[in-house]
């Protein structure tokens, strides 16, 4: 288990200013000051990289200039520069990128890793990351660090995509997609350490339901150690959990749901 995903490849150590902003931290608190998600709150100041997620820009190539952390996600990111204008923009780093490598956007452009392209237009097999759920809406799926969807069926208006989860999902196949999986593959075996490296990263701790009195949780009480005392398992209010389903159902998406995550 490795302390920081490995940041050999890292090449800058500030972010491009101009594709930067502030975004205020609300530390698990609602509008009115009160706690509603625990377990927030710290860290330290972090500043905000403007990811396009959408790369509207067709047929220009792009060159990448950096390699960079984002405090704000797992992935790497990197700055790119036009071609013709010189406009910066970030986008996500697909896994085996190096500076000064380019790629471009566009309906006919080559099977290379990072180009973009339509669902329709990649062939079945292919991995591909930063999918759109419908067509112009900007990159929804496979963002995170490694990820990746592998394209099995193109059919019908439709591509048929298996996700991490190992779920199948129909997209429409006009919707845009980059070609490879995203950056920073190691990231899952990243060890956080110490608890001081999880305040930094600006999670607070989390207490034992056990741990505590009965008037504050379900599970609290008993002199030492004490088995939960309730037969079924609860959140700290009362609200039974084994194996209850937390998707709407009638979530708008799930008629485009192929195959379920085991």
Known sequence: MTSVSYRGVLTAKKPYKKLTIRLKDN????????????HQGGGNKKLYRLVDFKQEKMNVPMKALTVEYDPYRSAFISLFEYSDNKAKTYILT?????????????????????????????PVGYQIHNVEILPGSGGKLARSAG?????LANDSGHSDLKMPSGEVRRVPWDCWASLGQVSNTDYNLTNIGKAGRSRWLGIRPTVRGKAMNPVDHPYG????????????????WGKVTGGHKTRNKKKWSTQ???????
């Open 27 to 38: 530390a698990g608190r609602n509008s009115a000051g009160r706690i509603t998600v625990r």
């Open 94 to 122: 697909p896994n085996g990128l190096k500076v000064g490598d380019s790629i471009v956007v566009g309906e006919q452009v080559p099977l290379k890793t990072g180009n973009r392209l339509k669902l329709k237009s990649i």
């Open 147 to 151: 990820s990746y969807m592998e394209v």
């Open 221 to 236: 009480g008993g002199e030492g150690s004490q088995p939960r005392g309730t037969r079924k398992p609860k959140t700290l």
């Open 256 to 262: 485009f749901i192929v195959k379920r995550r085991k």
